[in-house]
């Protein structure tokens, strides 16, 4: 089957690079639900039924984007276009004029979900495009919807079903779907997918960040199930002052004015209610007496169904509120201090592929619960997998969920500013329904600027539009002085007058030439009417390479855990501090890390090793959040 010639043009100019950046005052609009690209949405998507695609796929690499464009720009030729609905071998059997210069059913097989990157040594630095395909047979007997759903491809992605256009995403992080109903046929059907890792200076992130851009689809692939008309988006959640809410929006040729159920059977309650012409519902009620809120300690979740027609949306819902008074964060009307650790999204071992399964997920976080007696993790720098957020509501650990705005973006490009904005909203709209998410952060360390400033302020309003229940922030950069006693650091960033949580990044004694016994004498000057937490702070250290000397070396164990302790007890002396997130709780592949003694291409300042070795610091801040989290006898 051909493709219009427009729409391929279109795939590959989107596709193969990004439009120069116009030195432009954005003027953005509020975000509201309708200028959201995302449509199927298909909210709690992991918990429909469906056939996983995952396992094996043909993959091949295309470094020159011939499959989308041609040499001189124009449309690719036949020999190039990967996605054909085509036998090629046999196509060349067939007639011998006949020219194909790719052949995916014969191309290496890879596992799907997994990064390219791991794949084969020649692929360790690959950015770039990759194609990847498979097929598989369509569920006979098939009625009502079927979507295409994908979990994450990094970064910008192409899909072709039976050699038709699907549509593309762009952002390496968080899911899209597409509806195929009409397209999918009885028997075999091929699903093509281009992946192309390249960053530019329009992406989110930019190129320059401090972590391995794991090119592919490194979530899961599903094909998804619903009735024609069915639940596409739906939000249940405690409000601030108390109650249940739920909204839900139907698509489908039933979707105005339907009756609809929202069901909790553990806690009696059915609620019912109706769409209104568009398919929206919007409800409050009084939450059970029964009702147990969750919390670090009790991560009560609740089976949650709404049915509408002939489908029933589930979820695993946990009900709490999250606020702020004052300088104090509040979980159920409670304060609260964040015992946290950072984490990149990589798996425990020697290859990690960012491929999270439950078992993975359920390593890490357990050991930031179990191991460090933490109640919180900050999942950096960008959405991670819905499994990692499952479990947090699980195991009881509250959420840091953050876009990868990071350093320096091209905040005056409208384009990117489009991207991040949709990239937020899909973060959200995807994990809105999680108790363990508490804060929603717009970036991290972006130097100010006023082109920053207004882009930021549209992502922190993007936010509170979406979600009007949880707390914002943004990990800022600060100054340093030199005072009569000692350095001081100083917030002087705009932003934070919209921000909920302030946040700050600090590696003093690290990246700074001061001696770690004069860290804690550090002084802080930070906006006094809000709670603030340190989203970062931490030094390398290679398991197993000791100083015992007096004045350890950097990348020791030692040093570590010096300034573990230089550092906390400068914390100590924060008024305002309400929470931490040190960074980072496991040494994570970072090219950008060359010393060849101490970091072959590790960020080691993680207080577990890659294979999950514990380093000295980690008792260090063990023992600090145990005796946080044990009242003192009075
Ligand atoms: C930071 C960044 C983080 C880096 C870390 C480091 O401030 O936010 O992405 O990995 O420092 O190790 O330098």
Redesign the pocket.
Known sequence: MQMTRKIRYLVAAVLVGAAPVAAQEVAPQPLTLATVKTSPLLASADMRDGVDLSGPWHYSIDPFRSGLAGFHGEVPGLSQQRYLDLDVGKAMRDDNRALFEFDLPHSPVTTLPSSWLTEAPELRHYQGLMWYQRSFPAPAQRKGRSFLRFGAANYATVVYLNGKPLGRHEGGFTPFAFDVTGLLRDGDNQITVGVDSQATAATVPPPVT?WENYGGITRAVRLISTPDTYVDDAWVRMTRDGKLAVEAHLRGPQAGDQPLHLRIAKLGLDLAGRTDAKGNWRATVAAPRALIRWSPERPQLYDVTIAAGADTWRDRIGFRTIEVRGTDILLNGKPIFLRGISLHEEEIGTEPTRAITQAAARALLGEIKDGLHGNYVRLS?YPHSEVMTRMADEMGLIVWSEVPVYWLVAWSNPDTLATARNMVAENILRDRNRASIAIWSVA??TPVTDARNTFLRTLVSDVRALDDTRLVSA?LLVERSQGPTGPVMTMADPLADVLDVLAI?T?NGWYTPDRLADVPGISWRVPAGKPLVFS?F?ADARAGFHDIGAAPQKFSEEFQADFYRATLAMADRVPTLRGMSP?ILKDFRSPRRQNPDFQQGW?R?GLISETGERKQAFGVLATYYDAKATPPAK
């Open positions: 401090d720098h991290n360390e990990a990044n590696y970062e931490g960074w960020n300042k």
